[in-house]
């Protein structure tokens, strides 16, 4: 039997999203059922209904979610109903050439449920990033469901499920950053603090936050940022320069995704250091580079998709350093908002105003 539910659905580029009621299936083999508790707003979802990511519409939105399990299907071990969950897309195949590998962060075949949500006509709809989590039910592979502690704040824990572990395994796992390294971040939403709290948490000694909203600024000294520029008032490159030596930073970090961040971030880096680009571009967007440069500067130029995380690995122990007090996720949640309150979100966020906007359901 369906369970009916409410849920936010993008119906076409660029109009505004709206509260529609959808169908929720039962979970087959290898499914879960998860009743959301809490849900953020990532720029990804914006994406979604600006076409940015691809014509399937109609969207169902939301994908940085907890919620509690309450059915699974045939066959699933590893979660049972009633436990707290952060869900993830990146549930690992197991068997791609890159999980044979010992590669499982890069699996080539991650799942999502197999059966169709669908609006009340039975259009199916495409959940974004296979999660569809501004809903009051959502339908999920089982492994899209992490286990972690549920003393953690549902609100909090959520957002490891996209653009915090995207910003923090950016720097971390991505980035390699460590002990002593200098850091500069462009772009310091959700993402970009994110990557500035990890590289505090790892050790780097210079953290150079780049925005052009000093808000997003102040938020970014609290995450850890030593430095701050305002990319308005005067040249990145020169600032990240000027402030690491005249060399320019070991990792740099595009967390915004446009061409002009991504030269930035190429030229603010040191020799051999690396590039991470964790913002996502959208399909018109070009580089030009000289490629003398590309081969004279050395180093690494890298793409993050998830931060390189493994769900299973770095949630847990994100949500331990979390209950210890000793990674803030609470300070990444500026307002709660109800499921009618998405669209002001997106226009929230477009004005910088809040680092994230969570839907509590
Ligand atoms: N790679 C991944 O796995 C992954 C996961 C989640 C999100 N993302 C992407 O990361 C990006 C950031 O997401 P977010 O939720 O933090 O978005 P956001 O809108 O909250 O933050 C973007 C920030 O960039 C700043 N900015 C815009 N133009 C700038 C410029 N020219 N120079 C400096 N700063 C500038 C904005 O002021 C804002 O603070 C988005 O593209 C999103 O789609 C990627
Ligand atoms: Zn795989
Ligand atoms: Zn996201």
């Given at each position: 039997?369906?369970?009916?539910?409410?849920?936010?659905?993008?119906?076409?580029?660029?109009?505004?999203?709206?509260?529609?009621?959808?169908?929720?299936?039962?979970?087959?083999?290898?499914?879960?059922?998860?009743?959301?508790?809490?849900?953020?707003?990532?720029?990804?979802?914006?994406?979604?209904?600006?076409?940015?990511?691809?014509?399937?519409?109609?969207?169902?939105?939301?994908?940085?979610?907890?919620?509690?399990?309450?059915?699974?299907?045939?066959?699933?071990?590893?979660?049972?109903?009633?436990?707290?969950?952060?869900?993830?897309?990146?549930?690992?195949?197991?068997?791609?050439?890159?999980?044979?590998?010992?590669?499982?962060?890069y699996?080539?075949?991650?799942?999502?449920?197999?059966?169709?949500?669908?609006?009340?006509?039975?259009?199916?709809?495409?959940?974004?990033?296979?999660?569809?989590?501004?809903?009051?039910?959502?339908?999920?592979?089982?492994?899209?469901?992490?286990?972690?502690?549920?003393?953690?704040?549902?609100?909090?824990?959520?957002?490891?499920?996209?653009?915090?572990?995207a910003g923090?395994g950016a720097a971390v796992n991505t980035g390699g950053v460590?002990?002593?390294d200098s850091v500069a971040v462009i772009g310091?939403?959700?993402v970009g603090?994110?990557a500035?709290?990890?590289?505090?948490?790892?050790?780097?000694?210079?953290?150079?936050?780049v925005?052009?909203?000093?808000?997003?600024?102040?938020?970014?000294?609290?995450?850890?940022?030593?430095?701050?520029?305002?990319?308005?008032?005067?040249?990145p490159v020169?600032?990240i320069?000027?402030?690491?030596?005249?060399f320019g930073a070991d990792v740099v970090i595009d967390a915004v995704g446009r061409p002009e961040t991504y030269k930035q971030a190429f030229y603010a880096r040191d020799l051999a250091g690396t590039v991470v680009l964790v913002g996502v571009p959208?399909?018109?967007m070009t580089l030009d580079l000289p490629l003398l440069d590309v081969f004279g500067r050395g180093g690494a130029l890298k793409s993050s998709w998830y931060g390189d995380?493994?769900?299973?690995?770095?949630?847990?122990?994100?949500?331990?350093?979390?209950?210890?007090?000793?990674?803030?996720?609470?300070?990444?949640?500026?307002?709660?908002?109800?499921?009618?309150?998405?669209?002001?979100?997106?226009?929230?966020?477009?004005?910088?105003?809040?680092?994230?906007?969570?839907?509590?359901?």
């Amino acid at each position: 039997m369906a369970h009916e539910v409410r849920g936010v659905v993008a119906t076409g580029k660029g109009k505004p999203v709206s509260l529609e009621t959808i169908l929720v299936p039962d979970p087959g083999p290898g499914e879960a059922l998860v009743k959301v508790q809490t849900c953020g707003v990532c720029h990804t979802d914006l994406h979604y209904r600006e076409g940015g990511i691809s014509d399937d519409y109609p969207f169902l939105l939301g994908h940085e979610a907890a919620g509690v399990v309450e059915a699974v299907g045939p066959g699933v071990a590893d979660v049972a109903p009633g436990d707290f969950v952060i869900l993830n897309w990146r549930a690992v195949c197991g068997s791609c050439r890159s999980c044979l590998r010992g590669r499982p962060q890069y699996c080539f075949n991650t799942h999502n449920a197999t059966q169709k949500m669908t609006l009340a006509d039975g259009t199916p709809l495409s959940p974004a990033l296979g999660i569809g989590a501004f809903a009051e039910k959502t339908l999920v592979a089982a492994g899209q469901c992490t286990k972690v502690d549920p003393a953690a704040s549902p609100a909090a824990a959520g957002l490891l499920g996209c653009g915090v572990m995207a910003g923090l395994g950016a720097a971390v796992n991505t980035g390699g950053v460590g002990r002593g390294d200098s850091v500069a971040v462009i772009g310091c939403g959700g993402v970009g603090n994110a990557a500035i709290a990890g590289a505090r948490l790892v050790g780097a000694t210079t953290i150079i936050a780049v925005d052009v909203d000093d808000r997003k600024l102040d938020w970014a000294r609290g995450f850890g940022a030593t430095h701050t520029v305002n990319a308005k008032e005067s040249d990145p490159v020169e600032r990240i320069r000027e402030l690491t030596g005249g060399f320019g930073a070991d990792v740099v970090i595009d967390a915004v995704g446009r061409p002009e961040t991504y030269k930035q971030a190429f030229y603010a880096r040191d020799l051999a250091g690396t590039v991470v680009l964790v913002g996502v571009p959208t399909p018109e967007m070009t580089l030009d580079l000289p490629l003398l440069d590309v081969f004279g500067r050395g180093g690494a130029l890298k793409s993050s998709w998830y931060g390189d995380c493994l769900p299973s690995r770095d949630f847990p122990m994100l949500i331990s350093l979390y209950l210890q007090g000793r990674f803030d996720l609470d300070a990444f949640v500026t307002e709660t908002i109800g499921l009618g309150d998405v669209e002001e979100a997106f226009t929230k966020m477009h004005h910088g105003e809040v680092l994230r906007s969570v839907v509590v359901l």
